[in-house]
């Protein structure tokens, strides 16, 4: 499963290349990021490399704030804006902005 979901992602372009896969990036290329905050499930099996991710930024002086969502699945936020759902209203989509909103201003202390 794993080889057709790279193939999704990546496409043709090379999985190894940072602009697929930031976690390749050198050093060099990370300090440039901008400050990040990466949010994660408790049950995601991508969780490590997520968390490593934010280790290398950190490592490379980046701002970075990490949050892991206690008891939630991988893509636990497509609930809120998956496409491919049959019952979706605006009440939904705008409690999900307040709470992505309400986190980014707490972890970044910065007015958006």
């Not at 499963?1 to 390749?24: L, T």
């Not at 701002?63 to 892991?68: F, I, N, S, W």
Request: hydrophobic residues 40%; aromatic residues 14%.
């Amino acid at each position: 499963f794993m080889e057709m979901f790279k193939e999704r992602y990546a496409g043709d372009q090379d999985p190894s290349s940072p602009y697929i896969s930031p976690i390749k990036a050198s050093d060099e290329q990370l300090q440039q990021m901008p400050p990040a905050v990466i949010v994660l499930a408790e049950y995601d099996g991508l969780k490590h490399e997520g968390l490593a991710y934010a280790n290398l930024l950190i490592k490379n002086c980046v701002e970075t704030h990490v949050k892991t969502v206690k008891k939630a699945p991988h893509a636990f936020m497509e609930k809120y804006f998956s496409a491919s759902r049959v019952v979706r209203t605006k009440y939904k989509e705008e409690q999900a902005f307040v709470w992505i909103k309400g986190h980014l201003q707490y972890y970044m202390n910065r007015e958006f």
